[in-house]
């Protein structure tokens, strides 16, 4: 058995990183809590936020948290356009086709940025990157601590902007009952395109946070968006709290597997719980609905 | 039977091509477009009659590669049993998921995301065990005898694999006709409703997955014969499960010769591409994704259900060789 003092840094570790995947998962299972539909495309348009983010700092010099104040509003709007103008349409309505559209668009985004940037990987250097804080006999990078705090805001963000604001009220009137909220008025396409944009501009906080310490190539967002899945799974489809708990769980479960197993297990350890979550509890270790 | 000429045709005139030409271009360009064809009728058996989406159709092209492969490099089997062992272990990969999948009761967007999830476990797994050569990969050794498979002319290959496709044709025609294809219709257009006729939509999803399976293992099993080169990127990565489903998506989905027409369209495309651009990575992917996304927002039936409305258009309505989907 492990000591203390080797593990508790390990736990704070894992729930550092699972902040970063909480987010991720977020925005995917906002998307697919209203408009029933899995975001195939989803881990490209990480990746194309995560360069827009390198971008900014290398071009603009940019600090990432200053990008993010850009690029979040920018990503909702690429968001809204895309389900308003490419999936929407495109999809008449019949959920085979959403699967191949947003499939589609992930091929697309994901071999532009191939073709525009090549396979190489790159990195920014920041200078607090190394910087510390110590917490007990745990020492934590500054951004993955900052991210951690930006992510629980968001959360929080997300979950007033549902409670509170019309907005919200209608996106929760859509997830439930689609036709219902239409009868009443609600601009249901708008509403589609609204959600979908929110899931989106997740996607650009969460690039912005892992850009100072992860590195960028043209896939570098599926492996992200793999683990998503999984929290998504395991928090239950559509659940924002579910997403939140989930991904700190993961980010636990694989810190501590590395540490038992070492790295190149831990990979696959997350695709062997998705199915087997996927295949014993579909919906959900937190038991939502089925 | 009927529908069964024009398949007789379509391979006879495609039989023709290395007599008419000797250009290796041509002929490698072929042998791609129908192992396309081969791998996406696997692909059509399941998603376009069955309406089950898979998205990880890599898992079975990359068994039958991989285990081809390993039994003639490691166990010194012979290249024709290594070959059906590999089609017979890509359908097992096919059953054993598929009983996971349709008993946990998975379908639509779930089904596409658990299918990508097995193929991605198969990748990783491939590229660190030691068995695959892990991230070296694996070679075949390099015997042109036809006892070993493989052979100096290329249009033998094509030959073999030209064979392949119009069996695959004929198998789906033959389904397509008989009571069990009628029951994967039923269940694609309405499950609850197929089973409250007495429909056993559960074994119907299932035997169509493991054919689906055995028909994409073969493509693969040629694959590793045709270049001789394997490593996990090849056998299971996404490129295949892409192609698998873009050939009868663009050709007409549900369709007999759907993923013929889509994967020489497909491989077209491609091919147009790179001698506009050179050989830039990503660019054919990019446009095989927006083809994909134009194909399902206008033509959602694809080049066959266009076919059929110009045919229709035109007065010619011939009942029968059509495709199903209405």
Redesign the interface.
């Known amino acids: 058995m492990l000591s203390p003092v080797i593990l508790f840094p390990a736990v704070l570790n894992g729930l550092m990183t699972g902040a970063v995947y909480a987010l991720v998962a977020l925005g995917l299972t906002l998307i697919y809590g209203v408009l029933h539909?899995?975001n195939?495309a989803h881990g490209a348009l990480l990746t194309a936020a995560m360069f827009a983010a390198f971008f900014a700092h290398k071009l603009l010099g940019l600090d990432p948290y200053v990008a993010a104040v850009l690029l979040t509003p920018l990503f909702f709007v690429l968001g809204y356009g895309l389900q308003r103008f490419?999936i929407g349409?495109?999809?008449?309505g019949e959920?085979?086709?959403i699967?191949?559209?947003t499939?589609?668009?992930?091929?697309?985004i994901?071999?532009?940025?191939?073709?525009a940037f090549?396979?190489d990987t790159r990195t920014i250097n920041l200078p607090y990157a190394f910087n510390v804080v110590e917490i007990g006999p745990a020492f934590l990078a500054v951004p993955r601590v900052v991210a951690f705090v930006v992510v629980i805001f968001v959360a929080l963000a997300l979950w007033l902007i549902l409670r509170l604001t019309d907005t919200g009220k209608a996106i929760r009137a859509v997830a439930k009952e689609k036709l219902g909220a239409e009868l009443s008025g609600i601009d249901v396409a708008h509403i589609y395109a609204v959600t979908f944009g929110l899931g989106t501009a997740c996607l650009a906080i969460a690039a912005c946070l892992l850009i100072s310490t992860y590195y960028v190539n043209?896939q570098a967002g599926n492996a992200f968006v793999?683990i998503a899945?999984t929290i998504v799974v395991l928090g239950g489809m559509g659940s924002v709290a579910g997403a939140l708990i989930g991904g700190l769980f993961v980010g636990v479960v694989e810190s501590l597997s590395g540490l038992w197993l070492g790295e190149?297990l831990g990979?696959?350890g997350i695709?062997?719980m998705?199915?087997l979550v996927?295949?014993?509890r579909?919906s959900g270790l937190f038991g939502e609905r089925a | 039977m009927k529908g069964l000429a024009p398949i007789l045709f379509a391979i006879v005139a495609l039989a023709m091509v290395p007599l008419i030409t000797s250009s290796n271009v041509v002929i490698n360009f072929l042998v791609m477009a129908l192992l396309i064809a081969l791998v996406g009728q696997g692909w059509n058996l399941l998603g376009g009659y069955g309406?089950q989406?898979s998205?990880g159709h890599a898992a079975f092209f990359g068994t039958g590669a991989y285990v081809t492969a390993i039994l003639q490099m490691r166990y010194g089997i012979n290249a024709w049993v290594g070959f059906v062992i590999g089609i017979a272990a890509g359908a097992l990969v096919g059953a054993v998921i598929g009983l996971?999948?349709f008993r946990?009761?998975?379908k639509?967007?779930?089904f596409?995301?658990?299918t990508l999830?097995?193929a991605?476990?198969l990748r990783?797994?491939a590229s660190?065990a030691p068995i695959t050569g892990a991230g070296v990969g694996t070679l075949l050794k390099l015997d042109l005898r036809p006892e070993a498979f493989q052979f100096q002319s290329r249009a033998l290959f094509y030959w073999i694999i030209l064979a392949m496709v119009g069996l695959s044709l004929v198998l789906t025609r033959l389904i397509e006709g008989s009571r069990f294809g009628a029951y994967l219709v039923a269940v694609r257009e309405n499950e609850d409703a197929a089973s409250a006729l007495g429909v056993d939509a559960t074994m119907v999803k299932l035997c169509a997955m493991t054919i689906s399976a055995a028909m994409t293992a073969a493509g693969g099993c040629f694959y590793a014969q045709y270049f001789l080169f394997l490593d996990a990127g090849i056998a299971y990565g996404p490129w295949i499960s892409?192609e698998a489903?873009l050939a009868p998506?663009i050709g007409g989905v549900g369709t007999v010769f759907g993923p013929l027409l889509g994967a020489l369209v497909v491989k077209t495309l491609g091919e147009v591409t790179k001698l506009m651009t050179g050989d830039?990575?990503?660019?054919d992917?990019?446009i095989?994704?927006?083809v994909?996304?134009l194909v399902?927002?206008f033509a959602?039936r694809g080049i066959a259900g266009l076919f059929a409305d110009l045919r229709q258009r035109f007065g010619f309505s011939k009942i029968g060789g059509e495709g199903s989907r209405g």
């Open positions: 539909i899995i195939f490419v349409p495109a999809a008449h959920d085979r086709n699967l191949l559209v499939l589609g668009l992930a091929v697309v994901e071999n532009a940025l191939l073709y090549r396979a043209p793999l899945f190149s990979q696959i695709f062997v998705f199915i996927l295949l014993f579909p | 309406g989406y998205f996971l999948i946990a009761g998975l639509g967007s779930y596409a995301l658990v999830a097995f991605e476990v990783i797994v660190v892409i489903l998506i830039a990575p990503g660019l992917l990019v095989y994704g927006g994909l996304i399902v927002a959602p």
